[in-house]
């Protein structure tokens, strides 16, 4: 069987291609890997042709792959938002302490943790900060680079800690597959 990851890995890179770079270029990238059309929202996409097209936005799009790929997130992370999370369960998040908030959310991106990163494993720890640790990313499996690359992944956890959390809640990744570590860390914080 495939390996597979949620469709908004691919999805939501369209609208922020579009509006960053242009729909030619979205097309121009898309196209050569089978995205154009855009595929099934509703169905789960091969994770490795996920993982060329983002490797193929760094390489095409140096200049603005990263404002891209935070863009997707946040819009990801929209989507989770407005799917994913039934809203009562948000209203009461929001209504929390954010001590108290974060590990119910935390456990709730474990459940959901497969739409978002495929075969690659996610663990947390409870914080300030929390930490997510994805061994094995298939997003970046392969890739090497001199810094950290998920700036996707890290804008997913920033918008929904943001919006269930705390405003001032910030993800980093502190540390890489792609850099050479045994897998991404992504630490959220709101005391700053
Ligand atoms: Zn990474």
């Known amino acids: 069987m495939t390996a597979r990851i949620g469709p908004n890995a691919v999805l939501q890179l369209a609208p922020a291609m579009d509006r960053i770079a242009g729909e030619g270029a979205r097309r121009a990238l898309f196209a050569p890997l089978g995205f154009d059309p855009l595929p099934d929202p509703t169905a789960m996409i091969d994770e490795t042709r996920v993982a060329a097209l983002h490797g193929a936005l760094r390489r095409q799009h140096p200049e603005n792959a990263r404002k891209i790929a935070i863009a997707a997130g946040q819009g990801t992370g929209d989507y989770i938002l407005a799917n994913r999370i039934p809203r009562g369960a948000q209203s009461?998040?929001?209504?929390?302490?954010?001590?108290?908030?974060?590990?119910?959310?935390?456990?709730?991106?474990?459940?959901?943790?497969?739409?978002?990163c495929g075969t690659g494993s996610l663990t947390a720890k409870s914080g300030p900060?929390?930490?997510?640790?994805?061994?094995?990313?298939?997003?970046?499996?392969?890739?090497?680079?001199?810094?950290?690359?998920?700036?996707?992944?890290?804008?997913?956890?920033?918008?929904?800690?943001?919006?269930?959390?705390?405003?001032r809640a910030h993800a980093?990744?502190?540390?890489?597959?792609?850099?050479?570590?045994?897998?991404?860390?992504f630490e959220i914080d709101w005391r700053h």
């Open 172 to 185: 980093v990744e502190t540390a890489c597959c792609a850099t050479g570590a045994p897998a991404c860390r």
């Open 129 to 167: 900060p929390v930490v997510f640790t994805l061994a094995d990313n298939p997003i970046i499996r392969g890739e090497r680079a001199l810094a950290p690359l998920c700036h996707w992944h890290a804008a997913v956890f920033e918008r929904l800690f943001t919006r269930l959390v705390h405003p």
């Open 92 to 116: 009461l998040l929001r209504a929390l302490p954010a001590r108290l908030a974060a590990p119910i959310l935390t456990r709730a991106i474990l459940a959901h943790g497969w739409t978002f």
